[in-house]
């Protein structure tokens, strides 16, 4: 059996007036991300981990933020279809394994409804999607609440 890794990586500045996406759920809180799509960090990291395994460039090549047609799109929909591509080259999900770092809000009680939701878009078992928070202790633009970020690693199999 082959196998790759993949690692993703993306960061989205927090700012008011907009709605917190992370994992595909919306979070309460005062501020939200700013991105040209729904700027759902977490899952646009997840992305560019999915297709760099794949060896297939990263989100932004194939859903770039100047179209419009992306415009407000939520990321649950890029992640399906990112899904989609990576399995028309032959691969499967083994597993996924992501951080998101940020100050606020706290994200432990998110994390399960986050598993069960990227789970489901990706088709794979809640058991294969880990999820972990962490803050960066104060220290530089997560620390101050200035935006957040995340961080994916994938293992892609092909029989």
């Known amino acids: 059996m082959k196998?790759?890794?993949?690692f993703g990586f993306d960061v989205h500045r927090l700012v008011e007036g907009r709605e917190l996406w992370l994992g595909g759920i919306r979070i309460e809180h005062t501020l939200g991300l700013l991105g040209h799509s729904d700027a759902d960090v977490l899952i646009h990291a997840l992305c560019d981990a999915l297709l760099g395994a794949a060896a297939m460039r990263d989100i932004g090549f194939h859903f770039?933020?100047?179209a419009d047609e992306y415009k407000g799109i939520d990321?649950?929909?890029l992640l399906r279809d990112t899904v989609q591509l990576v399995r028309s080259k032959?691969?499967?999900i083994g597993n996924a394994d992501i951080t998101v770092c940020a100050e606020r809000p706290k994200l432990n009680p998110h994390?399960?409804?986050m598993q069960q939701c990227l789970s489901e878009v990706m088709?794979?078992?809640?058991g294969d999607v880990s999820i972990k928070a962490t803050t960066t202790e104060r220290l530089g633009f997560t620390g101050r609440e200035e935006g957040i970020a995340?961080?994916?690693?994938?293992?892609?199999e092909k029989s």
């Open 90 to 92: 032959g691969w499967k």
């Open 3 to 6: 196998m790759r890794v993949g």
């Open 64 to 66: 770039p933020d100047t």
């Open 111 to 113: 994390i399960p409804a």
């Open 150 to 156: 995340a961080y994916a690693v994938v293992l892609l």
């Open 123 to 126: 088709g794979i078992d809640a």
């Open 75 to 77: 990321s649950k929909i």
